[in-house]
């Protein structure tokens, strides 16, 4: 079975600074999807990047960006110029497009300082 | 666009009331939908699952159940609340590739 592993319970970062985020996964699959989400005090999920399996460039979305390393099923999210709005609890997700459902770590929470 | 509401927002029951948390997704069609369960400070645990009208996968054996009556209608039941059904419920929508899920505003079920 499939498994999502975040091993940083809590994170913390110096606004305007960079803080990377941990997730691994466990996977007999070659062809999946992985995804991180923002979940702010509001409790609303917000999906913040996607990563395709197949593509080796990592996925990019304005300050954020992946380190997906397939070999070694390692999914890693680098949040540049830290903000205010960052903080948040974040989960990384794993999923395959014909199944539908997707895994879930069991987050990090992220706090950023003024 | 596509848009997921959810409602209640709020919700306290007392402990053996009925429970009926409703879902819509609006902008899209067939889509698949899911409901999930996650308590304070936990991880997301996926309740239902379903890939069409009438058609429902359970993830986690509980007095919960869903239905789904319309293509963009997700029923999330209860015939009688215990106090672990606390927490937040969320509902979200995928297309079958990518399956990115988008998620709705969530329900806060409190019950006493």
């Known amino acids: 079975a499939q498994t999502v592993t975040q091993s940083q319970p809590e994170m913390s970062v110096q606004e305007a600074e960079t803080v990377t985020l941990s997730c691994t996964y466990d996977?007999?699959?070659?062809?999946?999807?992985l995804f991180w989400y923002k979940q702010p005090p509001s409790r609303q999920m917000i999906l913040v990047i996607r990563?395709?399996?197949?593509?080796?460039q990592n996925a990019t979305e304005n300050r954020f960006s992946v380190n997906f390393q397939k070999a070694a099923k390692s999914f890693s999210l680098k949040i540049s110029d830290s903000q205010l709005g960052d903080a948040a609890m974040y989960f990384c997700?794993?999923?395959?497009?014909?199944?539908?459902?997707?895994?879930f770590g069991k987050g990090t929470k992220l706090s950023v300082k003024p | 666009s596509q848009t997921i509401h959810q409602w209640p927002a709020t919700l306290v029951q007392p402990v053996g009331s009925p429970l009926s948390l409703e879902c819509t997704v609006e902008?899209?069609?067939?889509?698949?939908l899911y409901w999930y369960r996650q308590a304070a400070g936990r991880g997301l645990q996926l309740l239902f699952y379903?890939?069409?009208?009438?058609?429902i996968s359970s993830e986690v054996p509980q007095n919960l159940s869903a239905s789904r009556p319309q293509d963009r209608q997700f029923i999330l039941s209860s015939k009688k609340l215990l106090l672990s059904d606390s927490g937040f419920y969320l509902c979200?929508?995928?297309?079958?590739?990518?399956?990115?899920?988008?998620f709705g505003p969530g329900t806060r079920l409190t019950v006493l």
């Open positions: 979200a929508w995928s297309v079958i590739s990518p399956n990115e899920q988008f």
């Open positions: 996977t007999s699959e070659s062809d999946y999807y």
């Open positions: 990563q395709e399996a197949y593509k080796q």
């Open positions: 997700a794993y999923g395959r497009g014909s199944q539908g459902n997707l895994i």
């Open positions: 902008g899209t069609s067939n889509p698949n």
């Open positions: 379903s890939v069409g009208i009438g058609q």
